[in-house]
């Protein structure tokens, strides 16, 4: 807007020093909608009145407003004398035809008025026009039918003849409703013939089956044009021209099964270990390579009983290789426990649109043995053959001592437990003052840092054995404070 703002006030301070008047000009009569509107209200005189605020035009909210004012020194006819210059400059984004009305200000004891504006809005961009001799936009798709998430390459030509001098361009890109899309790169302007062009690309995925429209591109372009002014000199002021690239019909085709992404792809996978010790880490990093987008991939997950189990972000990179575009996706899984367990194969549905068929991408599974692992138990069951009378003398007598020992014993334990609860904050400081955390979040800050130091990989493993119930384990609440701070401004 400061750029379409500085054009139009030096047009109007060099042009409105005749005599006392007031103008009101916009720079568009004729916008699309959701273009913006800048309308330049310009009083000149001996003697002027403030130009009041304004707040709506035609109903339409100001979203920019601009104010200028100036004293100039004219020769006329002989005679010396000083006019004054107010400017106010009004941006707003009309919302349909409208008129803009006619505006009233003092000036040098008269009351003079503007005359109202007719401003034209379209909702689409039919019959604008789609080249000059000067300038051209276009746009060209790598293929006009196409799979639901398959990726295509959309490309934006803006031509201008080199020996134009252009003082601005205001590019709007097509709407996109119904694709997923992304620019790639910043574009690249280039050389060709008698021409210069400016290059955009944009990779596109359709959100929906059937035939789809791709909205036009258009540009509006300020073209440098010199103006004589009354004083014999000479004002550089914009030419505007607006041109669109013709709509895209484009035919969007359904996989016909099932599929998780779409594509051509291989899948790669590492593991660190097979072997560890009890609550050491097991690190899987899973990676699928190849022509596609995988953007909005959600990726495998991991459920085993008794296992703790994280999952890092997944990286997700695109190159475009040609007019292809290719993805590298990355994740990065750690399994911890403190018995044997197997990380269960993951099929992945890979639909390839060249060939029309579902690749199957299967992930190994691995079994992983833990060094002096705990065995599973659970409560034992004891089976008999003949029935025990409860009701027996000897049974009874020999059932009480147990009794009473089990009641001494709990008694005990309610004690213990009430003592451990009430100074368990002085024992696992899982909050601190100023940030706090919780033992789950020191887990998640410290535990990518295991392999840093053994003072990490000891605090870690303390804090997994509270965490699965270990009440003998005491942690230095100093220790694991300053462990936190260390590696919590390093994430």
Known sequence: MIHRILGSLLFLTFSLLEAGSISATIDSKEVFKGDTVILTLAVTGKNIDYIPEID???????????RRSGTNFIHVNGVNSMEKTQTLMLEFRPEHNLTIPAFSVKVDGTLESTKPIRLTVRKSISGMKRESSNFSLETQIGKKSFYLGESVLLTVYFKQRTNIDVMKIEYQ??????????QIGNGKTYKKGAYTI???NYLLIAKKAG????????TKVAQRTRQRQMGGWYIDVPKWIQISSPPLIVNIKAPREAHDIVGDYRLTQKIDHIKVKANKPVHLTLELLGEGTLDDYEGVEFKIPNVTIYADDAKIESTLLGKELHSHYSKHFVFIADHNFIIPSKTIRAYNYKTGKIKLLKTKAYTIEIEGAKLATDSAIVH?????????????????????????????????????????????????????????????????????????EEMVRKLYAIKNGNRKIEIDKQQLKELVERYREKR
């Open 56 to 66: 709506e035009i035609a109903g339409q909210k100001i979203l920019n407003v601009q």
């Open 384 to 456: 008999t053959k003949n029935p025990i009378n409860l009701s027996a003398d000897g049974a009874s007598a020999q059932s009480r001592l147990p009794t009473l020992l089990a009641l001494f014993l709990a008694f005990v334990l309610g004690i213990v437990v009430t003592y451990f609860f009430k100074y368990l904050p002085n024992i696992v400081p899982w909050k601190k003052k100023g940030k706090s955390f919780r033992g789950d979040e020191a887990w998640k800050i410290l535990y990518p840092k295991m392999g840093e130091s053994k003072e990490v």
């Open 198 to 200: 400016q290059e955009l």
């Open 211 to 218: 035939k789809l429209t791709l909205e036009p591109a258009r």
């Open 173 to 182: 890109p097509p709407a996109f409703k119904d694709f997923f899309s992304k």
